[in-house]
């Protein structure tokens, strides 16, 4: 059976790995989960007990979760390689540098930012701790934005010369940026870091790009073909044998 992706809405980092899925272009399915309510549910704390996005059911029946261990087993399924560069090669060992970097550092800059955000909407609002987390938080986004500049340097691409998964990965964090500012919390403006803006307005413009963005705010979506629908939380609790 194909692959099924749990993914969340409203900027959830599953978007990443929903692009990787179109690039690869091996059939999948997809499992919308309404957060944070789904992810508390029996059914889906038996694929990930951390209960959160995104989390992958491999084809042989196997849970698996975090983007950074689901883009790699993503990748090692094709066996062109066109996501991902030699094993051991230097190319290789780069774009494991620059996800490790999206996965920790420039994921992790957010944090802040999206904690202030959560205060609001739990009715929790505390206007002199809100204000210190989003000082914060402009302080570690913009650092984030400067080293991932730098590590892109010349590259056509964020990790090399070719669209690998650190692409993949940079477009569903980087929108948290425009999304936070859209919420009245701006952490950093992405023209100050020109390299990143203009791959990021690149990206934006691609088909498996503009297709995710269509599927998480639940609108006609375009597919090159892999996608093969979506699987309710029932029917992947009769998978699971629950």
């Known amino acids: ?17 929903i692009v990787a899925l ?4 091996q059939p999948y399915r997809l499992t919308r989960l309404n957060l944070p309510f789904d992810a508390r549910g029996e059914i889906f ?3 990930n007990p951390v209960q959160k996005v995104p989390a992958l059911l491999t084809a042989s029946g196997t849970p698996l979760s975090e983007s950074s261990a689901i883009l790699q087993h993503l990748a090692a399924r094709d066996p062109n390689r066109s996501l ?16 490790g970097f999206l996965h920790s550092d420039f994921s992790s800059s957010f944090l802040a930012g999206f904690e202030a955000f ?30 991932l500049e730098k590590m892109m340097g010349d590259n056509e691409w964020l990790a090399g010369s070719k669209r690998t998964l650190a692409d993949a990965y940079f477009m569903g ?14 952490m950093v403006d992405q023209r100050d870091y020109p390299k ?19 599927i998480e ?9 892999a996608f093969k629908g979506h699987v309710s939380l029932e029917e992947i609790k009769a998978r699971l044998g629950l």
């Open 22 to 25: 179109e690039w690869l272009g």
């Open 196 to 214: 990143l803006h203009r791959h990021y307005n690149k990206l934006k413009a691609d088909p498996a790009v503009i297709f995710a963005h269509a």
């Open 45 to 47: 704390t038996q694929v």
């Open 217 to 225: 705010d639940e609108k006609p979506a375009t597919s090159n073909g």
């Open 1 to 17: 059976m194909e692959p099924v992706l749990f993914y969340g809405n409203h900027a959830a980092s599953s978007f990443g790995s």
């Open 173 to 186: 964090l980087a929108r948290w940026a425009p999304f936070l500012a859209e919420m009245g919390a701006e």
């Open 84 to 99: 991902t560069f030699e094993p051991g090669s230097r190319e290789q060992d780069h774009l494991n540098q620059v996800l």
């Open 118 to 147: 959560d205060m609001d909407l739990t009715g929790e609002k505390n206007p002199p701790m809100q204000a210190l987390l989003r000082k914060m938080g402009k302080k570690h986004v913009a650092k984030a934005h400067a080293d």
